[in-house]
């Protein structure tokens, strides 16, 4: 079992900046992932277990960075130069010991999910 925590979701214009964080009860390899109304979750970045190693989808390249913090047992997302389109709720999401195989950007690939935050972003 693992907890996730979401925090740092907001309203921003255009051009911001915000932090989303994940307190997770235990360190696992970690994803982000949004949802915006209407549309299928989406990856959007992935961390390994040791933070060695980082993914990011091709339309975040960039300008958000994901990144851990082992001692608060904590993942973060630093969302840069927002658009619009970036609007969506955000979920961070802990992927699963024995894996589908299918790659960490699959949404099955996960079993536990955070609440969810809020990220608006206005033109």
């Known amino acids: 079992q693992v907890s996730l925590v979401e925090s740092g979701g907001g309203l921003v214009q255009a051009g911001g900046s915000l932090r989303l964080s994940c307190a997770a009860s235990?360190?696992?390899?970690m994803g982000w992932f949004r949802q915006a109304p209407g549309k299928e979750r989406e990856f959007v970045a992935a961390?390994?277990?040791?933070?060695?190693?980082?993914y990011d989808a091709d339309s975040v390249k960039g300008r958000f960075t994901i990144s851990r913090d082992h001692a608060e047992n904590t993942v973060y997302l630093q969302m840069n130069s927002l658009k619009p389109e970036d609007t969506a709720v955000y979920y961070c999401?802990?992927?699963?010991?024995?894996?589908?195989?299918?790659?960490?950007?699959?949404?099955?690939?996960?079993?536990?999910w955070g609440q969810g935050t809020q990220v608006t972003v206005s033109s």
């Open positions: 999401a802990s992927r699963k010991l024995i894996t589908t195989g299918q790659g960490y950007w699959v949404v099955d690939e996960y079993d536990y």
């Open positions: 235990r360190r696992t390899f």
């Open positions: 961390i390994s277990w040791s933070g060695g190693a980082t």
